[in-house]
């Protein structure tokens, strides 16, 4: 089953026809899926809707440990975004001036008899802020992980029961 022998097309008009061997057959050696090398694509006729393979698949398992690898990879990635976007967010506020102009309203509604009042600026100071940011991340790191693990045994203990999810694949059928 190496080579297959068919009849070469028929040359355009204007281009030199190749000569095929005598006979009017080349042997051409099997390209993959067992069609010749260089044999033209099945064209469907004039009209008719292209056809696409269709594959059934089911998820019967998932592996535990892949699972929590890539959960922790995704977690860390989340924990930097979460980091850097809440010290966007302050310095954003900060430079609005948003942090000075609730200091002042908060000191126009307080009574006057309170000077060392507590203001806005103390208790959402950069370093509070990124420490509080840095502690939620690391517990979302550990949590995510933990679930995303234990999500993946309990779905290997239903898919045994039951069978798994089922997805469907499709070749593209625009060219």
Do not use: H
């Amino acid at each position: 089953m190496g080579t297959v022998a068919y009849q070469q097309p028929d040359s355009a008009p204007g281009q030199a026809a190749a000569r095929p061997p005598a006979g009017g057959y080349a042997a051409r050696p099997a390209g993959p899926g067992g069609a010749p090398a260089g044999a033209p694509r099945y064209q469907p006729a004039p009209g008719a809707a292209p056809r696409g393979r269709k594959a059934r698949l089911r998820v019967a398992k998932v592996d535990p440990w892949s699972v929590m690898k890539t959960t922790f990879v995704l977690s860390i990635a989340f924990a930097v975004v979460s980091i850097v976007a809440a010290a966007l967010l302050w310095s954003a506020l900060n430079a609005l001036g948003v942090f000075d102009s609730i200091n002042r309203t908060l000191a126009s509604v307080a009574p006057a008899n309170q000077p060392n009042s507590v203001t806005l600026s103390s208790v959402l100071s950069f370093g509070k802020v990124m420490s509080f940011t840095a502690l939620v991340s690391v517990v979302n790191i550990v949590l995510f992980t933990a679930l995303a693990t234990l999500g993946a045994y309990l779905y290997n203990m239903c898919s045994a029961l039951v069978g798994g999810v089922e997805v469907t694949l499709a070749d593209d059928t625009a060219s």
